[in-house]
């Protein structure tokens, strides 16, 4: 992206940092799409959780933690170290007022608080909650971030003793001394029972600039042994993130995510390429009902793009094993109220109890649901072989601020 298109980007001023492209704008990372402006681009808000006095980025969001860890069935202690782990990879800006403005507009959530929460549902389990963070937040520049980034992942790796293999084999190409776009690392963290998360990082495939985007890729999928995933992604002109699982996943994965400008519903059933995956009739009513448009609504998804994700275990086939849709509800729903009505018919479609969910949202916010929307920033389905489909819901921390409702 160039100088141009960030600073036409940037939704909140923050002084003495470089201008980062906003949520939204930021999605395509090497193709920026221009986006409306309207009302979430006022000033940032406080939530309505009380004066923002001697509250941190680090203790607004262990406090939202703790009590989605135990809707996800998790014992004090694990939840006692996993709050310990999320402080500690945030880094310094764990100890930053919320008082102050954002040091650095992280695009993982729109508000720019560096963490974001998921509950993933499957049916007859208790859901499981992942936390996706920024490591090291805003610790100078995005080169700077990106290092100290990694280094809090190794430490975080080496306590629960996880291998960084993956991660270590195409760090060259992903960290480079001058990196491009929005991000340089993101870490996610599924807390399971017992206290050892498994871990994904997320990457960015532009980061030695949008003309290498293909020659990165080609070579870090060349160093993981899965040259043979090339063939098997639809068009990825659009990719947005590159993902590796590291820790003790079954079968560890090695993930693309692309976005899809305008997509109309009826099309998203061929956007999966996975052996045996999900037909697309199941992804079009998973896509309606997700965002309100019923079957005989043809429209086009023309804000947020919907964004897919195709997991690769390294099947002999070269075919992929997983297939994600993500839809950015946000900008499809009035306020969350809507949102989270919609999610419970899905989770009722796929047979899912939406108690844990329900008691999961005031333990994040206070606030009503009416009162904004975004609490509920994605919904997603995903499709992986050998295991039922999972409903996930994407839960924003709103440390810095509510987007209101939409008119
Ligand atoms: N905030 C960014 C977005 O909305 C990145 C992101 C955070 C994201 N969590 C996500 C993207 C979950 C897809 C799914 O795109």
Redesign the pocket.
């Known amino acids: 992206m160039d100088q141009a298109s960030r600073d036409a980007a940037v939704q909140h001023p923050a002084p003495s940092h470089p201008p980062i492209p906003a949520?939204g704008g930021g999605?395509l990372l090497s193709t920026p799409v221009p986006r409306p402006v309207g009302p979430r681009d006022a000033a940032p808000r406080r939530r309505s959780g009380g004066p923002a006095v001697g509250r941190t980025v680090g203790g607004h969001t262990v406090r939202q933690l703790l009590p989605l860890c135990a809707q996800a069935g998790l014992g004090a202690a694990d939840s006692a170290a996993y709050a310990r782990a999320l402080t500690e990879a945030l880094g310094p800006v764990a100890d930053r007022p919320l008082d102050l403005a954002p040091g650095t507009p992280s695009?993982?959530?729109?508000d720019h608080t560096p963490v974001?929460f998921s509950l993933s549902f499957a049916v007859g389990a208790a859901p499981t909650l992942r936390v996706?963070l920024e490591p090291a937040s805003g610790l100078g520049s995005l080169a700077e971030s990106g290092r100290a980034g990694l280094l809090a992942v190794r430490a975080l790796a080496q306590r629960w003793n996880i291998s960084t293999g993956p991660l270590d084999a195409v760090e060259d190409l992903f960290f480079p001394d001058r990196p491009h776009g929005a991000f340089a690392l993101w870490l996610a963290l599924e807390l399971l029972p017992g206290g050892v998360p498994r871990m994904k990082v997320y990457l960015n495939p532009a980061a030695r600039g949008p003309e290498h985007q293909a020659a990165t890729f080609r070579e870090a999928l060349h160093r993981l042994g899965r040259t043979s995933a090339l063939d098997a992604l639809p068009g990825h002109d659009r990719l947005v993130f590159f993902a590796l699982d590291l820790g003790d996943w079954e079968q560890p994965r090695v993930k693309f995510y692309t976005s899809h400008p305008g997509l109309a519903p009826s099309a998203v059933g061929a956007l999966s390429t996975m052996a045996g995956g999900p037909n697309p009739a199941e992804l079009e009513s998973f896509l309606r009902t997700a965002a309100g448009l019923p079957a005989d609504r043809h429209t086009r998804l023309d804000r947020?793009p919907v964004?897919t994700c195709h997991a690769f275990t390294g099947a002999a086939d070269g075919l992929p094993s997983g297939f994600t849709l993500?839809l950015?509800v946000r900008d499809y729903a009035r306020h969350d109220g809507e949102v989270l009505d919609r999610t419970v018919v899905l989770l009722d479609r796929y047979g899912i109890d939406p108690t844990p969910l329900r008691e999961a949202l005031p333990a994040v916010t206070p606030r009503p649901l009416e009162s904004g929307v975004g609490l509920i920033?994605?919904l997603?389905l995903a499709h992986q072989q050998g295991h039922p489909p999972r409903v996930t819901t994407?839960l924003s921390s709103e440390a810095y601020r509510v987007r209101p409702p939409a008119a």
């Not at 695009?107 to 729109?110: G, I, K, R, V």
């Open positions: 949520p999605y695009f993982l959530s729109d974001e996706l947020r964004l993500y950015p920033a994605h997603a994407y």
